[in-house]
């Protein structure tokens, strides 16, 4: 399976950015999918997670309220909606997938190449 995100961009605190990543080459629908953000320097941290269905979904508590995780799995994309950005969201962001049902940073079978979103005034 090869991940392809895209959607990151500068933005100014407050706005709302989404990004979006394309599944090609495998079965979409029998992987969980979850995206993770990294800062330079700092370990890569879970963000949002979207089950198989697409119905099954959690969140880190920083972006709980704000980040939206969801996916199409008929066009074999997951998206993250991303409002109210702040300047600590500032991070690259990469898609991940996995064949287990629950995906964590340790089962992770594929990542996306990441995308940057900076967030600044």
């Known amino acids: 399976v090869q991940l392809q995100a895209s959607g990151g961009g500068s933005v100014q605190p407050g706005e709302s950015l989404t990004l979006s990543c394309t599944a090609s080459g495998g079965t979409f629908e029998g992987y969980a999918t979850a995206w993770f953000r990294q800062v330079q320097g700092n370990e890569r941290e879970f963000v949002a997670h979207?089950?198989?269905?697409?119905?099954?979904?959690s969140y880190a508590n920083s972006v709980k309220g704000r980040f939206v995780a969801s996916r199409d799995n008929a066009k074999t994309t997951m998206y993250l909606q991303m409002s109210d950005l702040k300047p600590e969201d500032t991070a690259v962001y990469y898609c991940a997938a996995a064949r287990a049902t629950v995906l964590t940073l340790l089962n992770v079978d594929y990542w996306g190449q990441g995308t940057l979103v900076t967030v600044s005034s």
């Open positions: 979207i089950g198989r269905s697409g119905g099954s979904r």
